[in-house]
């Protein structure tokens, strides 16, 4: 299962490109809604969420979590307690754990990327503590993976298909998608 968090303020398709891609594949995604079950994106739209933060289990039937970017969505999603206990529970029992746009830095503030492969938004590069950012569309090392922002949703979306089923699985999608 994957949960996608989505805050006040997030940026739409960094969001509903990994929903989309992970349902059409088959994998259980849920939307979590962060303060609430109404929540109204960086550019106004309204989403009705799956579940809410509060009410989310932390066990082994999770998989993944993604976190999107956009303003304030990324300072929503990183001041929430939730979504930090989620994030620490993923780190702890190696669970995948994605962040797209300015969301990167939020595992940067708490440590995560020292070492680490990874890409983020332009100008949030020194929040990325430890990392070595590459500029990259998508990185993927290990169990974090990033991407630089909402014009790579489709590449990232295709990554988390491609680490929870397989590359073929991943490469059978983007071709359904015309993505190349």
Known sequence: MVYVFLANGFEELEALSPIDLLRRAGIETVTVGVGGSEITAAHGVRFITDTTSDK??????????????????????????????AIDYCSENGKYISAICAAPSILGHKGLLKGKVCTCFPGFENDLEGAKHNGALVAHDGKIITAKGAGAALQFALKLVEVLTSAETSSALADSLQTR
């Open 56 to 85: 989310i289990k932390l066990d082994d039937e999770l998989d993944m979590i993604v976190l999107p970017g956009g303003m304030p969505g990324t300072k929503n999603l990183e001041a929430s307690a939730d979504v930090q206990s």
